[in-house]
């Protein structure tokens, strides 16, 4: 009897320690999270608990093979903290027109409207506009080799994507219902199954998930949209 108690204790004793090891693991990881955040607040408009969740649902994908994605870069702060929390030698392209969103249309809806109309907004941040140099600078700090910035409007440089290198982790922060269908039709075929799709502004603005609602449905796509803790939409490629 008493051997019978000493190894349902010890088995105890093991399984504590298991779930010991894994807060403490969960514990230095946010911790790790936190200090990228501020080595890049300067270099992001994301606010914080989005911008760990975001990081959070990269490294549960970060052993996805392909390539890592972002659509709609600003001063590169996003993609720079995934790069250090999936790897900095895996390849990045970044796509941004650096040169600001463009004009809104009907389909966007009346809040997006107002707030491009709105220039003094402190949210306004120059219509998103950002020199290309702040990209770069982020990603060198992040000391990323393997890096494509690609300048241009998505409907003129996403369709020179190479045909060949298939996508992990995919980000797209275009916006507007055109910007986001644009990356969509170009990229979604790209990712691999159980890779991921991050879709910044799905609860923001009204053409982004349009757009996300439209394109699903015109594919007849049998994915889920899901939600992370603290709002992040994301998608995650079926298998096969």
């Known amino acids: 009897m008493k051997d019978t108690i000493k190894k349902i204790l010890a088995s105890f004793d093991i399984e504590l320690r298991k779930i010991t090891n894994e807060e403490n693991n969960a514990s230095q990881l946010f911790k790790k999270h936190q200090l990228l955040y501020q080595k890049?607040?300067?270099?992001?408009?994301?606010?914080?608990?989005?911008?760990?969740?975001?990081l959070e649902l990269c490294y549960s994908y970060r052993n996805i093979p392909g390539a890592i994605v972002e659509c709609g870069v600003w001063r590169g702060g996003m993609i720079a903290?995934?790069?250090e929390t999936v790897g900095k030698d895996r390849t990045y392209y970044l796509f941004d027109s650096f040169e600001g969103l463009p004009e809104v249309k009907e389909i966007d809806g009346k809040a997006a409207q107002k707030w491009q109309a709105n220039k003094e907004s402190p949210g306004y941040y120059d219509n998103c506009k950002a020199e290309e140099e702040y990209?770069?600078?982020?990603?060198?700090?992040?000391?990323?080799?393997?890096?494509?910035?690609?300048?241009?409007?998505?409907?003129?440089t996403l369709s020179t994507y190479p045909a060949d290198e298939k996508i992990a982790i995919l980000r797209l922060d275009g916006d507007w219902y055109e910007s986001t269908m644009d990356c969509l039709t170009n990229l979604f075929d790209k990712v691999v199954p159980g890779g991921v799709i991050l879709i910044d502004d799905y609860y923001m603005w009204?053409?982004?998930?349009?757009?996300?609602?439209?394109?699903?449905?015109?594919?007849k796509a049998t994915e889920r949209i899901q939600k992370s803790i603290n709002g992040v939409c994301y998608i995650q490629k079926n298998y096969d």
Request: hydrophobic share 40%; proline share 2%.
């Open 135 to 156: 990209a770069e600078k982020a990603m060198t700090l992040a000391q990323v080799n393997k890096k494509h910035l690609v300048k241009g409007w998505f409907s003129n």
């Open 81 to 83: 903290a995934i790069a």
């Open 206 to 219: 009204d053409g982004c998930s349009r757009a996300v609602h439209d394109f699903l449905s015109m594919r």
């Open 40 to 54: 890049y607040r300067n270099y992001t408009m994301i606010p914080e608990k989005e911008f760990l969740d975001n």
